[in-house]
């Protein structure tokens, strides 16, 4: 049955194609059929480190020409591959784990290749972001993706800021070098918010860590094994502030504001004013506006 399904995806492979090839974040055998098509069948395969995919490709018995594709020579890589798909190659590319383009290189080259004139095709896997999310128990429809966390403390904490009242989860990486200090910055705007670290997804040390960000923070600091290894963090979204429970001074200062002001700015002036949620006194002022 397996071999049915892999030469279906064998034989639906195109000449004068970039392939844009997921691969696994961790575990060898989070790889699709699909995949493993592509990168046996490939003429070329860009690869952002050749000795990490080469690797992968031992595992599986494939032999393929690997060419390095990385952040700095993408640009200029792009026209060599651009000559292959004109010569009717195959091409493939691949990151070291997870989909390129994303927090990795090969967005340049795709938006380069499909400039060009030739097909672009996703062959989807393994996604870290995905998978974190699986697992969080959100259940909010939409999310924010952010990537990387800055490595300044200014930027971050700004992010932070902006995300303090956010109705929605925010998915983040951090690496090891930084995650206490990002975890800092969290628990001095809310560290009662509900947080969760995935760390080593799919791979031999594989944990999650859900609580509070102050619960997590500590967790850390009392196991410096949690400190380790690649990091999904999914924020979740902040508490929803019930109408009633604003004072009744809050409710009148809101009210007054709102028939003045422009909802929006009539809730950020209300909430320095009173020190109230911005987003309860927007919804507020927004239910007095539809009933008004």
Not at 9 to 22: E, F, G, K, M
Not at 72 to 100: C, F, R, W
Not at 194 to 218: D, Y
Request: glycine share 6%; with cysteine.
């Amino acid at each position: 049955m397996l071999q049915k399904y892999y030469q279906k995806a064998c034989d639906s492979l195109s000449p004068q194609t970039l392939y844009v090839v997921a691969t696994p974040i961790g575990n060898l055998t989070d790889i699709t059929l699909r995949a493993l098509a592509v990168l046996k069948h490939a003429d070329i395969i860009c690869a952002e480190d050749t000795r990490v995919t080469a690797q992968l490709l031992s595992a599986y018995g494939i032999q393929g020409k690997l060419v390095s594709v990385r952040e700095h020579n993408e640009q200029q890589m792009a026209d060599k591959i651009t000559a292959y798909l004109e010569q009717g190659l195959t091409v493939a590319q691949v990151s070291d784990a997870g989909t390129p383009a994303v927090c990795d290189p090969g967005a340049k080259l795709a938006a380069r290749v499909r400039a060009a004139g030739f097909r672009v095709v996703p062959v989807v896997g393994a996604s870290a972001v995905m998978g974190a999310l699986s697992v969080a128990g959100v259940s909010e429809p939409s999310f924010y993706f952010n990537g990387f966390l800055p490595a300044k403390a200014g930027e971050r904490q700004k992010l932070f800021e902006n995300w303090a009242e956010a109705d929605y989860p925010v998915v983040m990486f951090e690496t090891p070098h930084r995650i206490a200090a990002a975890l800092a910055d969290m628990a001095a705007l809310f560290p009662e918010r509900e947080l969760m670290l995935a760390r080593e997804i799919s791979k031999t040390f594989e944990t999650f860590l859900s609580g509070t960000v102050a619960e997590i923070q500590t967790a850390l600091q009392n196991d410096s094994n949690q400190s380790r290894g690649e990091m999904v963090l999914v924020l979740h979204p902040a508490p929803r502030q019930k109408h009633s429970e604003l004072a009744d001074a809050t409710r009148h200062a809101i009210s007054v504001l709102a028939a003045e002001l422009p909802t929006k700015q009539a809730a950020e002036l209300a909430a320095k004013i009173t020190g109230e949620s911005k987003k309860a006194l927007y919804d507020f002022a927004l239910s007095l506006k539809n009933a008004g």
